[in-house]
T-cell receptor
Framework: DTGVSQNPRHKITKRGQNVTFRCDPI?????LYWYRQTLGQGPEFLTY????????KSRLLSDRFSAERPKGSFSTLEIQRTEQGDSAMYLC???????????????FGSGTQLSVL | GIQVEQSPPDLILQEGANSTLRCNFS?????LQWFHQNPWGQLINLFY???GTKQNGRLSATTVATERYSLLYISSSQTTDSGVYFC????????FGKGTRLHILP
């Protein structure tokens, strides 16, 4: 198992463009999280999935953000009509819920750094 | 929503020193985890510790769930310990604190 994989590692886009990021979780992990992190801050919760079901989306997230996890495997995060304030590191993490001995230990990918010009 | 506060926000120590990082949370949680974010941005899970004490080498952590805090101890610190340490708590989703930035001087 190679861990949580995120693509691309870096994305530079112009304001107003749409971008899509992909996350491949650790196989058999049923829970998947998206976080956003800006410089000097902790990861900020965006949304999370249990298998293919999106359980919660942050109220701070505008309608320009959408995430999917078809078939409960990989996930995509799309930002429409990007703004300069969207520039951040977007982090994906996965865990397995239901294995009592593991709890919900979270494993992170390396992130996608988005720069909106 | 639940509040997670970490202290101190910044810490500068000489190599070999010991340190204690604290995480307070405002409500009962299902579990708590400590992470280290290295200078390249990678977040590494250090401990999954909803209660009690765990040790891993020079690092140990204690969570007192009834008093809503957790402590991370780093002994005999090394320059490779530098980075940001986050605690994260779970009640329905997992929420992070703002972190403690640790800089170990050679």
């Amino acid at each position: 198992d190679t861990g949580v994989s995120q693509n691309p590692r870096h994305k530079i886009t112009k304001r107003g463009q749409n971008v899509t990021f992909r996350c491949d979780p650790i196989s058999e992990h049923n829970r998947l999280y998206w976080y956003r992190q800006t410089l000097g801050q902790g990861p900020e919760f965006l949304t999370y999935f249990q298998n293919e079901a999106q359980l919660e989306k942050s109220r701070l997230l505008s309608d320009r953000f959408s995430a999917e996890r078809p078939k409960g495997s990989f996930s995509t995060l799309e930002i429409q009509r990007t703004e300069q304030g969207d520039s951040a590191m977007y982090l994906c993490a996965s865990s397995i819920v239901g294995a009592r001995e593991l709890g919900e230990k979270l494993f992170f990918g390396s992130g996608t750094q988005l720069s909106v010009l | 929503g639940i509040q997670v506060e970490q202290s101190p926000p910044d810490l500068i120590l000489q190599e070999g020193a010991n340190s204690t990082l604290r995480c307070n949370f405002s409500d009962s949680v299902n579990n708590l985890q400590w992470f280290h974010q290295n200078p390249w941005g990678q977040l590494i899970n250090l401990f999954y510790i909803p209660s009690g004490t765990k040790q891993n080498g020079r690092l140990s952590a204690t969570t007192v769930a009834t008093e809503r805090y957790s402590l991370l101890y780093i002994s005999s610190s090394q320059t490779t310990d530098s980075g940001v340490y986050f605690c994260a708590v779970e009640y329905d989703k997992i929420i992070f604190g703002k972190g403690t930035r640790l800089h170990i001087l050679p």
